[in-house]
Each structure stands twice: as structure tokens, then as C-alpha cells.
């Protein structure tokens, strides 16, 4: 937590308080049947399980290194192909933090590392048409999640024109 002091557009001096941290990265991990792997998780300030996507901070990482690090310790999927969907600045108010979405492809057996935080953490896997409607549905609601799956869908080659 941050807090600057800064001259509003009026010209008077303020105070603007902020969160400092990482990027972040989500991940629609999406076979070759057009399945998508989501992961349903505690949030201690929401207080509820969550449905999302993979995902997390970069610390640091670079966010398409980063994104291969959350798929894997996560799901234990790793992907050979990782390509960027967007990126969104879901708090622009509170942090500058951005996140990064990813469409993973290609996906391969890795090793499961999740943290202890995520230890009641799940799997499961949907068509992405069930995802985007879980979405509209008010069941996936993670920033990042919702725009990821949006554009990934808007995006498949299957995609017949104009829907």
C-alpha cells in the first residue's frame, strides 16, 4: 500500500493511495477438442470458491514465462504454444498492475507445484462455448477470466461468422 501525494487536475494537493504489485497472468489452456480447463479455488476476500482460469502473478517474469509457470503448478499442463489474447488493467484506480491473457495450445503433462494457498484447489474441464456461457450466467466473474475466455472465443478459427 502506497500513498503519493499528487496535484489533482483542479490544481490542489491530494493524497492518492495505491497497491504496488506484480502484473498478472490468466490462461485459457484450451485442447484439441475445444475443452477449456478451469480451476475452482477459495478467495478469502470474496469469501466464496471461484471459478476461473488458471493464473497468478508474474513476479517478475516475463508474463509468457509466467503464464507457463501458473498453467503447470496449477493444472500440471504445460503448453507448447502460448500466445497473447490481450492485456486488461482490471483496477486502474487502485493498482497499476496489469494482466496478461494467454491462450495456451499445444498442452502436454507437466508437474502439479501449487502453493498453500491453493491446496483445496480443483479442475475441470468445459467447452469453451459452456465457459463464455458461465460467464454471462454470473458464475465466472475474475476479471481476467471473463475477458480471456471472451476473447478466446471471439478468436477460434471453428467460429462460424457472425455469431
Known sequence: MRRDTVRRPD?????YEHVTVFDGVRVVALDTDGQVLLVEDDFYLQRRRM?????????GQD????????LEEETGLTAARLDTLGVIDPLPGVTSARTHLML???LRPGTMRRDGAEIGMTVQWRPLPEAVAA???????????????LLAFQTRDDRPSGG
Open 135 to 149: 460467464v454471462r450466467t454470473g458464475e465466472i466473474t475474475e476479471a481476467g477470466s471473463v475477458t480471456a475466455l
Open 51 to 59: 471459478v476461473h482460469l488458471p493464473g497468478g502473478g508474474t513476479d
Open 11 to 15: 490544481g490542489t494537493a491530494g493524497v
Open 104 to 106: 495456451a495450445t499445444d
Open 63 to 70: 508474463p509468457h514465462r509466467a503464464a507457463l509457470r501458473e
